[in-house]
């Protein structure tokens, strides 16, 4: 059981390129979501979805787009990297009332 | 607007209890409190969580206070791996979707 698996787990861009964060579970959770970790500070929301098809903004969502095609996938897109861009991102699945279970995280450095 | 207040920092001997205070003072009823940590910045992983009882798992404890304004994460043994930030959040139940908010957390030190 691989949990929640994040691809790449780190990655260097140049301002104006886009790239596609890639977050996959196996564990058939309903609820998916993106964070973003700045240094020395606590997760943020980016983007979450309730279910295939299904997919909302959270707090910090400009600059991001997020589908969900299938249950078991969440891509992040960055559309126009920006350095403020420049983070640690995390996904994590869940269901109701239950605990997340999150990703090893993706490194993002936008130059 | 915190929806939880933790201290920021934490020390605790290795051995020793390690007793993490949150402030929850809004919190309403049907609302759960969750603790996480978060080690070497790897992703958060979930210790316990609870409605208004007291909890207990393999990692650690949860007191939550009769009034339910605050809750105490007790670690019974902390070890050097014990050492981590530590958040304190909470969900409402059936309508949290999966979103989690977190604070700045505590930076637990646990030396030897």
């Known amino acids: 059981n691989a949990g929640v698996t994040q691809t790449p787990k780190f990655q260097v861009l140049k301002t104006g390129q886009s790239m596609t964060l890639q977050c996959a579970q196996d564990?058939?959770?309903?609820?998916m979501s993106w964070y973003r970790q700045d240094p020395g500070m606590g997760l943020r929301l980016i983007h979450y979805s309730v279910g295939a098809g299904i997919t909302d903004q959270g707090e910090v969502p400009n600059g991001y787009n997020v589908s969900r095609s299938t249950t078991e996938d969440f891509p992040l897109r960055l559309l126009s990297a920006a350095p403020s861009q420049t983070s640690v991102y995390f996904c994590?699945?869940?269901?109701?009332?239950?605990?997340?279970?999150f990703g090893q995280g993706t490194r993002l450095t936008v130059v | 607007d915190a929806k939880t207040t933790q201290p920021p920092s934490m020390d605790c001997a290795e051995g020793r209890a390690a007793n993490l205070p949150c402030n929850h003072s809004?919190?309403?009823?049907?609302?759960?409190v969750y603790w996480y940590r978060q080690i070497h910045s790897q992703g958060p992983q979930y210790i316990i969580h609870?409605?208004?009882n007291n909890e207990t798992n393999e990692m650690a404890s949860l007191i939550i206070t009769e009034d339910r304004k605050s809750s105490t994460l007790i670690l019974p043994h902390a070890t050097l791996r014990d050492t981590a930030v530590y958040y304190c959040t909470r969900i409402a139940g059936g309508t949290s979707y999966g979103k989690l908010t977190f604070g700045q957390g505590t930076i637990l030190t646990v030396h030897p």
């Open positions: 809004t919190i309403s009823g049907n609302e759960y």
């Open positions: 564990m058939n959770h309903e609820y």
């Open positions: 609870g409605l208004k």
């Open positions: 994590a699945s869940s269901e109701a009332d239950t605990e997340a279970f």
